[in-house]
């Protein structure tokens, strides 16, 4: 969990042409991929959490819900995982099996949408019949 968002910088200055003006820039990617889910997700869902438990609307042994195409909803699961969090995905069948399995493996309760159904429609309709759930919208 202490890994998430400490991901080195990558000097990729060698790889950009001067700009319009002839001046060279000093170009510098963050290595996301090496978060502990792979993804620039985890900073994501961290940032989201530690707001919400901030403000008091998320608290250990809750349950999270979202909808998510899959690296999002990974990540969640993940780190729902590690915090002690109950985690709900939404997705639809365009979500590789890769990112399905990964969801159950972290724990996450994994919901398909059935053909013809918004998935994040699926989130506010659990959200609303589930009103102690943190919708992670």
């Not at 978060?35 to 809750?62: C, F, M, V, W, Y």
């Not at 729902?80 to 890769?98: L, P």
């Amino acid at each position: 969990r202490d890994l998430i968002g400490k991901t080195p910088l990558l000097d990729l200055t060698a790889m950009a042409e001067k700009n319009v003006h002839g001046v060279e820039v000093k170009v510098l990617g963050k290595a996301e991929f090496m978060n502990p889910g792979l993804s620039h997700k985890d900073r994501i869902i961290t940032n989201i959490i530690n707001k919400a438990e901030k403000a008091g609307k998320l608290a250990p042994g809750q349950t999270m819900v979202a909808a998510s195409s899959g690296n999002t909803g990974a990540s969640l699961a993940m780190i729902g995982a590690m915090r002690g969090y109950k985690v709900v995905v939404i997705t639809n069948a365009k979500c590789s099996t890769e990112k399905q399995d990964a969801i159950k493996m972290y724990g996450a309760k994994l919901l398909l949408a059935p053909a013809g159904k918004c998935y994040m429609q699926m989130e506010q309709d659990l959200g609303v019949e589930n009103p102690s759930w943190f919708m992670v919208n």
